[in-house]
Nanobody, 120 residues
Framework: VQLQASGGGLVQPGGSLRLSCAAS????????MGWYRQTPGKQRELVGH???????YYGRSVKDRATVSRDNDKHTVYLQMESLKPEDTAVYYC???????????????WGQGTLVTVSS
């Protein structure tokens, strides 16, 4: 499966962003989907995660500012973030756990990353 993220760019402090990530390819089922972010020299950290039945949880640094949602028909996960801060600047990666056929293993996939820069 391929994950294509979109929506990154330059955002002013206090502004908002909406990222999308669409999965394509051979898909029987997509389990969990989520967003992570990474800055140079740091480990990738969780932004938000959503299960196939819609349960979500968030990283502490973005809790109350981020909302992850998904459209199962479109195999797409979204990230909405508000009140952005310069420290939210990072490359944002989407992730999906997927099953290609009813008999295949559950595998994890990453998108290519999209840069979000929060600056005035």
């Amino acid at each position: 499966v391929q994950l294509q993220a979109s929506g990154g760019g330059l955002v002013q402090p206090g502004g908002s962003l909406r990222l999308s990530c669409a999965a394509s390819g051979k898909i029987f089922w997509i389990f969990d989907m989520g967003w992570y972010r990474q800055t140079p020299g740091k480990q990738r950290e969780l932004v938000g995660h959503i299960t196939s039945d819609g349960s979500s949880y968030y990283g502490r640094s973005v809790k109350d500012r981020a909302t992850v949602s998904r459209d199962n028909d479109k195999h797409t996960v979204y990230l909405q973030m508000e009140s952005l801060k310069p420290e939210d600047t990072a490359v944002y990666y989407c992730n999906a756990e997927h099953q290609a056929t009813p008999y295949s293993a559950r595998t994890s996939h990453w998108g290519q990353g999209t840069l979000v820069t929060v600056s005035s």
